[in-house]
């Protein structure tokens, strides 16, 4: 059974950094594209960030966190990371990490939440 575990979510100020943390757990192969979303309570889920790694690796990020945040992943641990620098206010939701896989398949994880207080 696939699982993914998220960390590094939690309560920072304005200005200040987090780092998540997406692990992966159970046999899944063939990742294809790993991402996070969020929600904001009363918000539509959107996405924050994704990186797809096929013949070269493709970078995708929201345009409201373009400069501030950055999405890695580590292909041996099947994990991806999401730091975020320069938090706002408004980037206050609970973040989901995502896994898509060439079969197809799409994985969630339970989320963890962000919130920044200004």
């Known amino acids: 059974q696939v699982q993914l575990v998220e960390s590094g979510g939690g309560l920072v100020q304005a200005g200040g950094s987090l780092r998540l943390s997406c692990a992966t757990s159970g046999s899944i192969f063939n990742i294809s594209t790993m991402g996070w979303y969020r929600q904001a309570p009363g918000k539509q889920r959107e996405l924050v960030a994704s990186i797809t790694t096929a013949i070269r690796t493709i970078y995708t990020y929201v345009d409201s966190v373009k400069g501030r945040f950055t999405i890695s992943r580590d292909n041996a641990k099947n994990t991806v990371y999401l730091q975020m620098d320069y938090l706002k206010p408004e980037d206050t939701a609970v973040y989901y990490c995502?896994?898509?896989?060439?079969?197809?398949?799409?994985?969630w994880g339970q989320g963890t939440q962000v919130t920044v207080s200004s």
């Open positions: 995502r896994v898509t896989t060439l079969v197809p398949a799409i994985y």
